[in-house]
């Protein structure tokens, strides 16, 4: 079992940036997916970006070159720096880490982009 810890949300008026964290409970071993998702209201939860073991990253057409994805693998920690936020950024952004064949969620953190 792998608890998420993610915070880093708040509340930042466009063309803003924050830096969210994700932190697993316990050391990751082997072939394993950590990325960040989010949840508008009214809306399905999408990916936002994900980074595996060896630094391979996949990002949402909506935030390619706003956002970035990175992993310190001695913490188990995985960040999304969000450069450039609009107000249809606003969403409970969950952390999420695929591993073993199963797939794990943090709390979320809400984020919220004002105009």
């Known amino acids: 079992q792998v608890q998420l810890v993610d915070s880093g949300g708040g509340l930042v008026p466009a063309g803003g940036s924050l830096r969210l964290s994700c932190t697993a409970s316990r050391t990751i071993f082997s072939i394993n997916t950590m990325g960040w998702y989010r949840q508008a209201p009214g809306k399905q939860r999408e990916l936002v970006a994900t980074i595996t073991n060896v630094g391979s990253t996949n990002y949402a057409d909506s935030v390619k070159g706003r956002f970035t994805i990175s992993r310190d693998y001695h913490s188990d920690t995985v960040y999304l720096q969000m450069n450039s936020l609009k107000p249809e950024d606003t969403a409970v952004y969950y952390c999420?880490?695929?591993?073993?064949?199963?797939?794990?969620w943090g709390q979320g953190t809400q984020v919220t982009v004002s105009s």
């Open positions: 999420n880490l695929a591993y073993r064949g199963f797939t794990y």
